[in-house]
Nanobody, 124 residues
Framework: QVQLAESGGGSVQTGGSLRLSCLVS????????IAWFRQAPGKEREGVAS??????YYVDSAKDRFSISQDNAKNIVYLQMNNLTPEDTAMYYC???????????????????WGRGTQVSVSS
């Protein structure tokens, strides 16, 4: 089993930055791909960024503003978010998978393990 715990959400103004953290515990060594998703009220869950074998993938709206990274020594995955806008307001979730078969970097059904989320609110 793999457990994921997000932190770092909060409220910022347009143009601000936040860094989300995802602590990975359990069978950490078995995790081969990891991602960040978000879900705004009334909308479907959307893939924001993911990483497999050191290669990062981003949704178009996050390119050049968000960056996914991982600290393997601390078992933490980060999502650095810059130049935030109100459209980025959502609950952000960390997700992971072990086998990562048929790799689709931003698909919800690619990942079997999920955290409970951390709220990000951006005001204008």
């Amino acid at each position: 089993q793999v457990q994921l715990a997000e932190s770092g959400g909060g409220s910022v103004q347009t143009g601000g930055s936040l860094r989300l953290s995802c602590l990975v515990s359990g069978y950490r060594s078995s995790v081969n791909c990891i991602a960040w998703f978000r879900q705004a009220p009334g909308k479907e869950r959307e893939g924001v960024a993911s990483m497999l074998s050191g290669v990062a993938y981003y949704v178009d709206s996050a390119k050049d503003r968000f960056s996914i990274s991982q600290d393997n020594a601390k078992n933490i995955v980060y999502l650095q978010m810059n130049n935030l806008t109100p459209e980025d307001t959502a609950m952000y979730y960390c997700a992971a998978d072990q086998r990562c078969l048929g790799w689709s970097p931003l698909r919800v059904d690619q990942f079997n393990y999920w955290g409970r989320g951390t709220q990000v609110s951006v005001s204008s």
